[in-house]
């Protein structure tokens, strides 16, 4: 169906029950897995997964796996359905009407699109950062608060808010202004408060769609270091069309495009992948090549 | 490229006099800006007058009621209880109370005569009309903008909204007589059947308000709330409330002082009083039925009612609208990031 390559041997994914509570020990002193560790421990299995907006495909027979404590970044030109990739990995989706998910996306042993599995549950646990920062018209101690309420947790706020800022590089700028409007802020500023946000309700899985494409060159480094350095604690997933960036801050690349079926219909595939250095440095195919060197096929 | 070239040469070769660049830029720019100049001068000219032309009737009705009602305006008027005003008084009386002091005897009439139950009354059936009304229409909002979204019931129920707000206000009147004042006989008649019928009146207008405010908050933060886990009611209640919340105020005040100055719906609903009843059970009365009444009447003190009743009508509906301008620009939050 698709060429996807893998060349670095992925454990199987860890049976965990979704619901499991916050406070239980983290997975990965049970199972011993660590960033850049010899096997690493699936967190997301994605398997023949197809995306389709009414009757039209989107994206078409994903398999994919994604590694505990890696970046893995999400390149491919535009309208490829990364996006969509990206939201169907926390049933984001689910908020869009017409849309249909096929396949199976496995989390700690159970597919998070499973009749019994509440979705609600699954965005707690998995994180989504959005393309144009969306901070709430809160302050900004509300809003790195705000998850955190939703989940009734009320114990040691205001420990739990500077944590989340200081994760995300902001407790230095905002300490000193938490009941202001989050709106004065600016725009890298937003996206890192949308990072904290984020982050307060300590998710496994942080989903990131273009996260640094409003912001200029200073504020996108201030991310993509907060992102190597997140990485220690949980699994990023990040879509970029920037491919310094995918370079950079990623272990793994994940290459999509767009196929033209003989229907003329386009629909988004992966095409491969692989360690970063792989995808850059010596692709698979010959498609992803083309991509990364600048020259389209 | 080469006709803009051409072009240009040309020109030079015709103003070669003024070869000098400086010197030609200069006529140039002189000749454009006095065009400008007097189109500018023209359009601006004709704008003030259209902003004149619109405020000629708003001031000539200030100035009438200023002029008709405005010696009457004072807190003795405005507390005072209603005359029952039946004869025709003395051509020579030139003020109310001493018309008063000439036609009545003092020890039987209020002794000063004012619109104060009608103030109350105003004021109790729209507070009325309002409660019934804005917490309904913020909810029916939140259901169309929300969760009915475009489906069926919620198109259904945006076009009888619609209608309804085209509805005239008699028939709304007509309505709660029928509905409501009929089947409790003369006692049906009080504030709070008025205050239903401002309710039917308002109610269409708070919904589609509120439902363009909730429509305002954008998505994102809707799906900033999912994303965190927080379920669909949630993000409605913590998030697309607050965000919308100045504008649901404003709309809901300015449905509440468009209500405050009806007549009609009151016509049939409210009854009578010449005393002050701050009950919503009992005969009551409006400002606004003051004016119909006073203005219908051939007394000439009659007459000066109805006049001083509309300053005062006037004058609440002036503090209700400012009082909503207030709020908004108080709360107002920015909703975009
Ligand atoms: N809500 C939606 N309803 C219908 N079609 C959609 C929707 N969202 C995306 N699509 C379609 O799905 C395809 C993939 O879109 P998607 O947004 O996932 O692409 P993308 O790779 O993220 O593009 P970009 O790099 O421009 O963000 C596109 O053809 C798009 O038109
Ligand atoms: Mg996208």
């Known amino acids: 169906m698709n060429t996807s390559t893998v060349h670095a041997p992925i454990a199987p994914t860890a049976p965990t029950a979704l619901t499991m509570r916050r406070g239980d020990p983290p997975v990965e002193a049970a199972i011993g897995g660590t960033r850049h560790a010899g096997t690493p421990e699936v967190v997301l299995d994605v398997r023949g997964l197809s995306v389709s907006y009414g009757d039209r495909v989107a994206v078409r027979g994903v398999d994919l796996r994604i590694a505990r404590n890696q970046v893995t970044a999400v390149i491919g030109p535009s309208g490829c359905g990364k996006s969509t990739f990206l939201r169907s990995l926390n049933r984001m989706n689910d908020l869009v009407p017409a849309c249909r998910v096929d396949g199976s996306v496995t989390f700690h042993g159970i597919d998070l699109y499973d009749p019994g599995v509440d979705p609600v549950e699954v965005r707690r646990r998995i994180g989504m950062v959005f393309q144009k920062p969306n901070p709430f018209p809160k302050s900004i101690y509300r809003n790195v608060a705000y998850g955190l309420k939703l989940a009734g947790i009320r114990d040691d706020l205001d420990g739990r808010v500077e944590r989340a800022l200081r994760q995300a590089g902001l407790w230095d700028e905002v300490a000193h202004r938490l009941g202001a409007s989050a709106l004065s802020l600016s725009g890298g500023q937003q996206q890192r408060l949308c990072i904290a946000r984020a982050l307060a309700v300590e998710p496994e899985v942080l989903l990131m769609d273009e996260p ?11 991310i993509e270091e907060l992102m190597s350095e997140l990485a220690r604690r949980l699994t990023i997933v990040i879509v970029t069309h920037n491919m310094q960036q995918a370079a950079r801050a990623s272990d793994r690349t994940a290459f999509f495009t767009t196929e033209v079926g003989a229907d003329g219909l386009r629909t988004g595939v992966l095409v491969e992948v692989d360690a970063t250095d792989h995808v850059f440095g010596n692709p698979a195919d010959e498609r992803t090549m083309h991509y990364v060197t600048g020259r389209f096929g | 490229m080469t006709a803009v070239i051409g072009d240009g040469g040309r020109s030079v070769v015709g103003l070669a006099p ?150 005239p206000s008699i028939v709304m009147g007509m309505f709660v007589y029928t509905a409501w004042v009929v089947r409790f006989g003369t006692a049906g008649r009080s504030a709070f059947a008025a205050g239903l019928a401002l309710a039917c009146l308002m109610l269409p207008v708070v919904v589609r308000t509120s439902e363009e405010m909730l429509c305002l908050v954008p998505d994102h933060l ?51 009083t010449l005393r002050t009843n701050v009950s919503p059970s009992g005969g009551n009365t409006t400002l606004a039925q003051q004016i119909y009444d006073g203005a219908r009447s051939g007394d000439p003190l009659a007459n000066q009612m109805a006049w001083g009743a509309a300053i005062t009508l006037v004058l609440l509906v002036f503090l209700l609208t400012a009082l909503a301008r207030l709020v908004s620009s108080r709360f107002s939050t920015r909703l975009d990031g």
């Open chain 2, 222 to 272: 809707r799906h900033a709330n999912q994303a965190l886990g927080g379920r669909r009611w949630q993000g409605v209640v913590r998030v697309v409330i607050p965000a919308a919340l100045p504008g649901l105020t404003t709309g809901a005040m300015l449905a509440v002082a468009r209500a405050a100055g009806e007549t009609a719906p009151v016509l049939f609903t409210i009854g009578v």
């Open chain 1, 212 to 222: 640094c494409s409003a912001l200029d060159p200073i504020a996108t480094a201030h």
């Open chain 2, 18 to 167: 003024l070869l000098d660049p400086a010197a030609r830029t200069d006529v140039r720019v002189r000749t454009i800006s006095a065009r400008r100049r007097r189109s500018d001068r023209a359009v601006t000219l004709a704008l003030w007058a259209a902003a004149g032309i619109a405020v000629v009737p708003l001031v000539s009705v200030v100035v009438v009621l200023v002029a008709k009602g405005g010696h009457l305006l004072d807190g003795r008027f405005l507390t005072g209880d209603i005359p029952l005003l039946t004869g025709r008084a003395p051509a020579a009386c030139r003020s109310i109370s001493e018309a008063f002091r000439a036609k009545y005897d003092l020890d039987c009439a209020p002794p000063v005569p004012g619109v104060g139950p009608a103030v109350v009354g105003t004021l109790l059936s729209t507070a009325i009309g309002a409660l019934l009304a804005v917490p309904l229409g913020v909810l029916g909002a939140i259901y169309l903008n929300e969760i009915g979204g475009s489906g069926r019931i919620a198109r259904v129920i945006r076009f009888s909204a619609d209608v309804m707000t085209g509805v």
